[in-house]
């Protein structure tokens, strides 16, 4: 059996290279809503080079070491945020609403996004 790291690092990697990000981003939040503290603690820096997939992902981290009251891995603080910012949903009556539904790790990289770890859209 994988360990939570080893897991955490496979489907990284789909994220990196799927066309669709979403089936492989449903599979990490269901890994990440199970993971114990000290298994978010100890989880790998993810292999994806596209900087709006490595944020997301990093929030999600991010978001589970919150929800385990650990400190996220160290990795995460040298990711950098988004250059500008990147609403899930481009109209302008929802940008509002996402400015503030969004989790903080995921405002804080620049990413609005209308769920949270735990939650599917």
């Known amino acids: ?9 496979s489907i990284a990697r789909e994220v990196a290279r799927a066309d669709r990000i979403s089936y492989p981003l449903a599979e990490l939040n269901d ?22 997939r ?8 991010e978001l589970a070491a919150h929800r385990t009251s650990v400190a996220p891995p160290f990795w995460t603080a040298n990711v950098p945020p988004l250059a500008e910012p990147f609403f899930i949903d481009r109209s302008p009556a929802l940008r509002a609403h ?3 539904a969004s989790p903080v790790p995921f405002r804080r990289r620049n990413i609005f996004i209308d769920t949270s770890l735990g939650g599917r859209v």
């Open 1 to 9: 059996m994988r360990s939570t790291a080893e897991t955490f690092a």
């Open 31 to 52: 890994l990440l809503t199970a993971a114990t503290g000290v298994e978010v603690e100890t989880l790998p820096r993810p292999e994806i080079e596209d900087p709006y």
């Open 54 to 61: 490595l944020n997301y992902v990093t929030a999600m981290v």
């Open 98 to 100: 996402l400015l503030t």
